[in-house]
């Protein structure tokens, strides 16, 4: 397979256009003073928009996103882009991160940084890794499938990265929200590729004939997932259904991209409510203006579509055998599962109940992870 460095650069003329509708944004009439309450507030966003067009420096973000060591590779006829950081170690054991989504690579400097170089940060440097973070189909510089299809079928392109394209026979996996399913997957499909595998959240286990009741717990985490999916569940919804009439909308307005994503990052993030308490605008609209300036944010909403549409629940015999770790933070959402939920899907021998953090701990906690997944590893080089 045939590796192809990439550098990132946005031309003049893409950001002059997403510069221009901004400026000619139509402002909505909105109910005075309604802060969040029916989604993504007015002031938040007006200082956000103003920072893009007066403060905001693409070109250093542009350059600071090129440290990364970035590839692209073609697999399968699609051209897949991701991040390979290698360790100055000997001996770093190679470890793959999946993302989700409103997420991109852009985030995850922090945590590749203590993964790869732990001595810099007061780790041991026999915990090193060598990182590889692709970018999802459809997600930033990643080609988006053109018939859609099951999260396995993004498992196996990950398998073939790393096995085929990159050499590494055997390798951990770590992930959250899609990432989280895509890691499942790799280890139903490809298990003995994988020497463990560590999730920020669980995929939902099968639970039918013949399998025991649920605990009390279990029925209080199946609740609060359903409170939750009521109140703050609708992107999901459009996502998944009709996620080619949002597109036109999010496609054509980068004001209203910024509103779809902002509010989730602020949402799902440990910030009681205030998203710069996590995220600078800088980094905030470094993740945004990719998925700008790349045409994406309507083709990563399709995997929400081809989720429902090509559905691949965990079956009766497909309880994941390889090593299981299971981090989880406590802002994460919808919620928190019971230890018997994740054992009744996984191969659990790894369980760390975070004290901060949420949806994004590659971001928001990078230390906190770091050290969740070298502990995790250790007993595997």
């Known amino acids: 397979m045939f590796v192809h460095p990439y550098t990132i650069y946005i031309s003049d003329e893409k950001l002059a256009e997403v510069r221009l509708r901004l400026v000619n944004a139509r402002w909505p009439r909105l109910r005075p003073n309604m802060g969040w309450s029916m989604g993504t507030d007015e002031a938040l966003l007006g200082r956000a928009a103003n920072h893009w067009l007066n403060h905001f420096n693409w070109r250093a973000q542009e350059t600071a996103l090129n440290r990364l060591p970035q590839f692209t590779t073609s697999i399968d006829g699609m051209t897949i882009h991701f991040v390979h950081m290698r360790s100055r170690e000997d001996n770093a054991m190679p470890l793959l991160l999946a993302h989700g989504w409103p997420c991109s690579f852009a985030m995850y400097g922090d945590l590749i940084a203590r993964l790869t170089d732990p001595a810099r940060f007061g780790g041991d440097p026999a915990d090193a890794f060598d990182v590889v973070l692709p970018s999802l189909p459809g997600f930033l510089f990643s080609d988006p499938f053109s018939t859609g299809g099951p999260r396995g079928r993004i498992a196996d392109l990950w398998r073939e990265l790393m096995v085929e394209t990159l050499g590494y026979p055997k390798f951990a996996a770590a992930g959250g929200d899609i990432g989280s399913d895509v890691v499942t997957r790799l280890a139903r499909q490809h298990a003995s590729s994988l020497s463990g595998i560590h999730l920020t959240d669980v995929r939902d286990p099968w639970l039918g004939p013949r399998t025991p009741p649920l605990t009390m717990a279990e029925q209080a985490y199946r609740a609060a997932q359903d409170r939750w999916y009521a109140a703050e569940g609708g992107y999901n919804h459009i996502q998944a259904t009709k996620p080619q009439t949002l597109a036109f909308a999010l496609n054509d307005s980068p004001l209203g991209s910024m509103a779809w994503i902002l509010e989730k990052m602020r949402a799902w993030a440990d910030c009681d409510g205030e998203l710069e308490r996590r995220f600078s605008l ?54 928190n599962p019971p230890r018997e939920w994740a054992e009744r899907a996984y191969n659990v021998i790894r369980w760390t109940a975070m004290p901060r953090g949420g949806h994004f701990p590659f971001a928001e906690e990078p230390d906190l992870l770091a050290a969740d997944l070298r502990e995790f590893c250790r007993q595997f080089r």
């Open 282 to 335: 800088d980094e905030a609209l470094t993740n945004v203006t990719l998925y700008l300036a790349t045409d994406t944010l309507a083709t990563s909403i399709q995997l929400y579509y081809d989720r429902v549409n090509h559905p691949q629940p965990l079956g009766a015999d497909e309880r994941v055998q390889v090593p299981t770790a299971v981090a989880l933070f406590p802002a994460e959402t919808p919620a």
